[in-house]
């Protein structure tokens, strides 16, 4: 029941910050650390074995190093990156690509829906030159959550 709470308790956390991310156009560097070092004590706690935590680790680095890249030339925000990042280290390296590849679609979705926004209201609305990342994250780790490491464990 414990490890449930939890799990709901770090989905909450997520779409708080996405949400965040959304309305101030920035992840604040403390929330996410919070989320990464709340990590381990976690995952030792409901014992996760060693291979799941340390993947889950090195997929999360791998997910910020290619993030880090899609940042300089100006793909993603450094918030993206970051939360990225983080919901990938929750996820588990088994679910990083199904993880990224809904975030993107849902992205792809969101986009298609504001571009036929603007066209049909293009002297009304307000151009808009980026698209948060982290609300397709948010609904892609919803979505994917009961397939995690976390409840294989429970």
Not at 50 to 61: H, L, N, R
Request: charge should be neutral; glycine fraction near 6%.
């Amino acid at each position: 029941m414990a490890l449930v709470a939890a799990s709901c308790l770090c989905l909450a956390a997520i779409l708080h910050w996405a949400l965040n991310d959304l309305q101030l156009r920035k992840v604040l560097n403390g929330t996410m650390l919070v989320l990464a070092i709340g990590y381990l004590p976690l995952a030792l706690t409901v014992n996760l074995c060693w291979t799941a935590i340390a993947s889950s680790i090195v997929a999360a680095a791998l997910v910020f190093v290619i993030g880090f890249a899609a940042f300089i030339t100006g793909w993603l925000s450094a918030g993206d990156v970051k939360l990225a990042s983080v919901t990938t280290l929750w996820a588990g390296a088994a679910l990083v690509v199904p993880l990224l590849v809904l975030a993107t679609l849902f992205g792809g979705l969101v986009s298609l829906m504001l571009v036929i926004l603007r066209c049909r209201h293009s002297a009304e609305s307000p151009v808009i030159d980026d698209i948060a990342f982290s609300p397709g994250l948010v609904v892609s780790a919803v979505a994917l959550s009961s397939g995690s490491q976390w409840f294989a464990t429970s």
